[in-house]
């Protein structure tokens, strides 16, 4: 099973565990949109991990005939026009700490925004991941922020480094990490450009991790570029059941596994 990897936001900004703690808190099970019916599951994972399972399909969808299989006979419907029968499979889980939300069905990903929007009051968006920092060069036109985390190793503890020198300022020794964040309000990227390209020398050397640039575009919208979470999709090893349908606990416990949670199979 395919993932797709998006960015989401709510409010315009990435979504902390206090939204998700909200949305489990006041979240229907059940949930209407359009002619579409859905059931929801909720689970916060590691307090890291937000997991959406929805069952879904058109409630308005009926046929008065059904063929019987076993004879290929047509007969009539046994199922009342009141009740759903839940066909379809949503899955989706939001990482807070990559900022990245994973969908089962990218068509689909309007569903959990549609939710997130309805139950909050908020408003709630995704857009693709940016490939490359050129994609995101592309995009922006002012740098609002830059952040990026240092670990104290060899290469950081040298005496010109800009680790060790944070340290010096403050007359302390060498933390084991340290987090900073540039801000730069709204200014033009232009003079940024050579700059931020070198960034992925810095990261791919060890020097920087963690490594988040934001910026905003021409209609003044929040554009981010994390270099950790440059993949577009993940996938899992899962079958369908007897019923066609698959086990969403085992959809989870693979997904949530494979991002970097603990085993939950085991």
Not at 167 to 190: F, M
Request: some cysteine; charged content about 25%; glycine content about 4%.
């Amino acid at each position: 099973m395919k993932f797709s990897a998006v960015l989401l936001y709510v409010n315009d900004n990435f979504p902390n565990i206090s939204v998700f703690q909200r949305l489990k808190e006041v979240g229907s099970t059940y949930y209407r949109k359009g002619n579409y019916l859905y059931t929801i599951e909720q689970d916060l994972i590691d307090d890291r991990f937000c997991w959406l399972y929805f069952q879904y399909d058109n409630e308005s969808l009926y046929t008065n005939m059904v063929i019987d299989t076993t004879d290929n006979s047509t007969k009539e419907n046994p199922r009342p026009k009141y009740q759903v029968e839940m066909r379809s499979q949503l899955f989706a889980c939001y990482d807070l700490e990559r900022h990245i939300l994973y969908i089962s069905d990218y068509q689909k990903k309007a569903t959990v925004t549609d939710y997130i929007a309805d139950m909050l009051q908020v408003s709630a968006s995704t857009k693709n991941v940016l490939r490359s920092v050129d994609d995101f060069l592309d995009v922006v036109t002012q740098l609002k922020s830059v952040s990026f985390t240092q670990r104290r190793t060899l290469f950081t503890s040298t005496e010109d480094s800009l680790f060790r020198q944070q340290a010096n300022i403050y007359g302390l020794d060498l933390p084991e990490r340290s987090k900073v964040k540039l801000d730069y309000g709204s200014s033009p990227i232009g003079a940024f450009k050579n700059a931020l390209r070198g960034w992925k020398s810095k990261r791919d050397s060890g020097e920087f991790e963690d490594v988040v640039i934001v910026g905003l575009d021409d209609s003044g919208f929040e554009n981010t570029f994390n270099f950790s979470t440059m993949i577009s999709s993940v996938d899992i090893d899962v079958i369908k059941d007897d019923d066609y349908r698959y086990e969403p606990t085992l959809v989870k416990a693979r997904l949530v596994y494979l991002l970097g949670g603990a085993n939950a199979e085991n």
